[in-house]
C-alpha cells in the first residue's frame, strides 16, 4: 500500500523555511572530536611518561627544537585559508598557487620530522624500542605525522583533478572540509610541540 | 485505527524468479540503511548464538565441582571469546542496528546521511569480527595448533605481554577489535550527521523521539570512548611487535596504565551498550500504556547528563589497584551520580505507566522485565560504587551477577522488547504471542535463576574466571542451580529464533500500525518501502501520527 503523504498545517511554510545543518560540516566536525579523543589518549601516555625512562637517550640529550618545521606547518594554515578565499571568488590561479605552497610547507614539515627522525635514529640510537621515551617519541609524533600525511594526500588529490580541468569550484564545500581537517593537523602540532618540546625537555 | 485488511505488499522488483547471485549481490552492494540495520542486527544475532553456546560450556563446566569437561586453557579462551563477542560483536552491532534501521525512519529521513560510509562500516564490522575469530585457525601462528585469546576481555598488562602471551592470539584480539572498533565509530558518525541534518521539515530537536535523543547520545560516547581503546590497542601492538615499553613494567612502563586506557573506553561503554534498551524503552512504553511519555524533557536532559557523567567513572573499576584515596573517593562519588539520571528515567517510565492503559502485549512485558532487573543491576552497581564494599568482592562472581544483570537482564532484555515490537515494520508479519509469551516467561525465569545466585556466590567467595573448584564451601548447589538456569534460557531463546523464522512466512500479517503508534516509521507501508517515504513529512509535534489520527485533537495545539 502506498503510504499516506504524513503532513501538518502549515506544511508548505515549513517546507519553505526549514533548514539543517550540512550533513558534510557535522560529519567532519564529528570526525575532528573523534581524533582528538584518539590523540588525548597519547598526549596523555608521554606526559605520564615524562621523565620515567631507565636508561638514556633522554630528551634533553636529542631533541632539538624544530622551529622551521613549525613555522611552516602553522603558515601553511594561513595559505590554505588564502587558498580557499581565492575559490570563493573564483580565481582559480591564485588558487592553484596557494594551494601548492600550502602543500610544498606540508612537505617541508614532514620532510624535517624525516630528517629529525634520521638523527634520532642513526646518530643517537633512539629507537622505539630503546626506553619510555622512544616510545612515547615515535607514537605521538608519529600519530600526527601520519595525519599530516592523510591531509596531503587528499590535498594532492584536490590538485590532481583542478590541474586536470575538473571545476574545483563547485567543489568548494569540500575544500573547506579538507580546510578544517587541515587545521585541525595544525592544532594538533601545537599541543604536540608543547609538551614533547617544551614540558618534555 | 490498526487496519489489517488489505494484503500484504512486499516491493515489486525486476526479476520474477528467484535469483541467488542477485540476491546476494543485492546484499552486498546494498547501501540502504535498512539493509545494513539489518544486516548489524542478524549477524549481532549470530555472534550472540556463538557466544551463548560458549556460556552455556562453561556453565556446564562449572555445574558440578571438579568438573573436567573441559580443559583450564579452553577455559580462560572460553571466557574472553565469550565476552570479547558479547560486547564487541553482539552489543555494538545492536547499536548500529538499532540506530541504522530507525534513525532515519523516525526523523523522517530517505537513508543515512552518508550511505556508502555505512556500508563501509558495516564490513569492516563484520571483518573485525571475523578476523577475532580465525584466531581459532591462526592464533598459534605456524608453530601452534592455532587458539583463541586468552587473556579476558579487558586484556590487562602485562598479561598481554609478548613475554607471557606467545603466539598470535593476543594479536587478533587487538587488531579484530581495532577493525570493528573503526566500524562502530564510522556508523556513529553517519548517526550524529543523520539526526542532525537529515530531519524532515518540523522535526525540531525537541520534537524529536526518545528513541533518536538517545541514539543520538549514544553515538556520541561511541566516538569519544572508542578510540582510546583503539590508541591502548595500538600501543599494545607497538610493544608486542616493535618491542616498545608501555606496558612492560621492566623498563618503567606501566601496567596500570593500560588499565586506566582501557577503562576509559570500558566504562562509557557499558552506556553504549546499554542504551539502546533506554531508546526501546522510551517508544515502547509510551505505546502500550496509551500515554505521551512522562517528563520528555527530564527523559532527554538524564541521557544527556549519562553521557558527560559517565566518561568520568572509569577507574571505579580499579578500586582494588591501589589507587591515592582521592581518587577511590572520587570515582566513587562520580559513579554514584551516574545513578541519579538513571534513576530519573526509571522513575519517568514507571510514571508513564501510572494512570495508563497498559496493554500486556509481549513488547510490554519485556520492558517491565526490564524495569525491575535494571533497577536491581542499578543497586548492586552503587554497591559496587562504594569502595571498601568493592575491596571485598572485587573479581568475585558479585560483580559478575552485576554486570551480567545490566547486559542480559537489562540489554538483552529490552533489545527482545525491541524486537518484537518493530518485527512488523521490518518484515509485514507478527511474531507469534503465543511462542512470545513462552519466550518471556522461560527467558526471564532462566536468568533471574541463572544470575541472581551469582551474587550469593560472590557473596560466597567464590572468584570470577575459575574453571573449577573444590566441594564442601558450600558453591556446589548455587551453581548447579545456575546452569539449570542457563540452560532454560537457552530453551527461550531458541524459542526466539524459532518464532522469527516462523513468523516470517507464516506469521499473521501486520499492517502499516498495528500498535497504533505514534512516531513516524509506523506512517509508511510496512516492510518499508527502499525510499522510506514517498513524500518526505512534515511534522509539528512530537507525535506526528497522534495528530493525523486524532485532527480534533492533535498535539501542536499544546506546544
Known amino acids: ?201 | 485505527m490498526a487496519s489489517i485488511d488489505y494484503p500484504l505488499e512486499r516491493p515489486q522488483t525486476q526479476e520474477s524468479q528467484f535469483s541467488f547471485s542477485v540476491t546476494f549481490f543485492k546484499w552486498v552492494a546494498t547501501v540502504d540503511h535498512k539493509r545494513l540495520g539489518l544486516m548489524y542486527i542478524i549477524s549481532a544475532l549470530i555472534f550472540l548464538v556463538i557466544a551463548g553456546i560458549m556460556a552455556e560450556v562453561m556453565r556446564m563446566q562449572l555445574m558440578f565441582p571438579n568438573n573436567h569437561l573441559v580443559e583450564p586453557d579452553t577455559f580462560n579462551r572460553l571466557f574472553t571469546m565469550h565476552g570479547t563477542t558479547m560486547v564487541f560483536l553482539v552489543g555494538m552491532p545492536m547499536v548500529a542496528g538499532f540506530s541504522n534501521y530507525f534513525v532515519p525512519l523516525m526523523i523522517g529521513a530517505r537513508d543515512m546521511a552518508f550511505p556508502r560510509l555505512n556500508a563501509f562500516g558495516f564490513w569492516i564490522f563484520l571483518f573485525g569480527g571475523l578476523l577475532l575469530y580465525f584466531s581459532y585457525l591462526g592464533g598459534g601462528g605456524l608453530s601452534g595448533a592455532g587458539s583463541a585469546p586468552d587473556v579476558g576481555w579487558f586484556a590487562y598488562a602485562p598479561l598481554t605481554e609478548k613475554a607471557f602471551s606467545r603466539g598470535g592470539a593476543t594479536d587478533y584480539w587487538a587488531l579484530g577489535i581495532l577493525v570493528s572498533g573503526v566500524g562502530s565509530i564510522a556508523s556513529a558518525i553517519n548517526v550524529i550527521a543523520t539526526t542532525l541534518s537529515l530531519r524532515c521539515p518540523g522535526m525540531t530537536l525537541s520534537r524529536m523521539p526518545v528513541f533518536v535523543w538517545v541514539m543520538l547520545v549514544d553515538s556520541w560516547l561511541i566516538i569519544i570512548a572508542l578510540p582510546p581503546l583503539s590508541a591502548g590497542q595500538i600501543m599494545l601492538e607497538f610493544d608486542r611487535h616493535l618491542g616498545a615499553n608501555f606496558f612492560d613494567t621492566q623498563a618503567g612502563g606501566s601496567a596500570v596504565l593500560w588499565q586506566h586506557i582501557f577503562w576509559i573506553f570500558g566504562h562509557p561503554e557499558v552506556y553504549i551498550l546499554i542504551f539502546p534498551a533506554f531508546a526501546i524503552l522510551s517508544e515502547v512504553i509510551p505505546i502500550f500504556s496509551r500515554k505521551p511519555l512522562f517528563g520528555r524533557p527530564a527523559m532527554v536532559g538524564a541521557v544527556v547528563a549519562i553521557g558527560f557523567i559517565s566518561l568520568g567513572v572509569w577507574a571505579h573499576h580499579m578500586f582494588a589497584v591501589g589507587m591515592t584515596s582521592w581518587s577511590n573517593t572520587f570515582f566513587a562519588a562520580s559513579s554514584m551520580l551516574v545513578g541519579v539520571p538513571t534513576g530519573i528515567k526509571i522513575f519517568n517510565w514507571t510514571a508513564t505507566m501510572y494512570g495508563g492503559k497498559i496493554r500486556f502485549a509481549t513488547p510490554m512485558l519485556f520492558c517491565l522485565a526490564f524495569l525491575f532487573q535494571f533497577l536491581t543491576a542499578g543497586l548492586t552497581g552503587i554497591m559496587l560504587a562504594v569502595a571498601p564494599f568493592d575491596w571485598q568482592l572485587h573479581d568475585s562472581y558479585f560483580v559478575v551477577g552485576h554486570f551480567h544483570f545490566t547486559l542480559v537482564a537489562g540489554l538483552v532484555t529490552g533489545l527482545f522488547a525491541g524486537m518484537y515490537y518493530w518485527y512488523p515494520k521490518i518484515t509485514g508479519r507478527m511474531l507469534s504471542e503465543k511462542l512470545g509469551k513462552w519466550h518471556f516467561w522461560l527467558f526471564v525465569i532462566g536468568l533471574n535463576m541463572t544470575f541472581i545466585p551469582m551474587h550469593f556466590l560472590g557473596l560466597l567467595g567464590m572468584p570470577r574466571r575459575i574453571y573449577t573448584y573444590w566441594p564442601g564451601r558450600g558453591w556446589e548447589f548455587w551453581n548447579f542451580f545456575e546452569s539449570i538456569g542457563a540452560i532454560v534460557q537457552a530453551i527461550a531463546v531458541a524459542i526466539f529464533i524459532y518464532n522469527v523464522i516462523y513468523s516470517y512466512f507464516r506469521g499473521e500479517v501486520a499492517g502499516d500500525d498495528p500498535w497504533d503508534a505514534w512516531t513516524l516509521e509506523w506512517g509508511t507501508s510496512s516492510p518499508p518501502p527502499e525510499y522510506n517515504f514517498e513524500k518526505l513529512p512534515v511534522v509539528r509535534s512530537a507525535r506526528p501520527l497522534w495528530d493525523l489520527k486524532h485532527p480534533q485533537d492533535p498535539d501542536w495545539k499544546f506546544e
Not at chain 1, 579523543?37 to 608521554?46: G, K, M, N, R
Open chain 1, 1 to 201: 500500500m502506498a503510504a499516506p503523504g504524513i503532513t501538518a498545517p502549515g506544511a508548505l511554510e515549513l517546507e519553505r523555511t526549514w533548514k539543517t545543518p550540512d550533513r558534510g560540516a557535522v560529519g567532519v566536525i564529528f570526525l575532528i572530536i573523534t581524533e582528538t579523543s584518539l590523540f588525548t589518549i597519547f598526549v596523555a601516555t608521554y606526559l605520564i611518561y615524562i621523565g620515567k625512562s631507565l636508561n638514556g637517550p633522554y630528551p634533553k640529550d636529542v631533541l632539538e627544537v624544530p622551529i622551521l618545521a613549525t613555522v611552516c606547518l602553522l603558515s601553511s594554515s594561513l595559505t590554505i585559508y588564502f587558498a580557499e578565499h581565492a575559490l570563493k571568488h573564483r580565481r582559480l590561479g591564485l588558487f592553484k598557487i596557494w594551494w601548492i605552497v600550502t602543500m610544498c610547507l606540508g612537505l617541508e614539515f614532514l620532510y624535517m620530522t624525516g630528517s629529525e627522525w634520521y638523527k634520532l635514529i642513526y646518530h643517537d640510537h633512539l629507537t622505539i624500542s630503546t626506553n619510555l621515551f622512544g616510545s612515547t617519541f615515535y607514537s605521538l609524533v608519529g600519530l600526527h605525522a601520519s595525519h599530516v600525511v592523510v591531509g596531503l594526500s587528499f590535498q594532492l588529490l584536490v590538485l590532481i583533478v583542478t590541474l586536470l580541468g575538473f571545476p574545483i569550484h563547485t567543489q568548494l564545500r569540500r575544500v573547506l572540509f579538507l580546510s578544517w581537517y587541515w587545521h585541525f593537523v595544525d592544532a594538533v602540532w601545537v599541543v604536540v610541540f608543547t609538551v614533547v618540546y617544551i614540558i618534555g625537555r
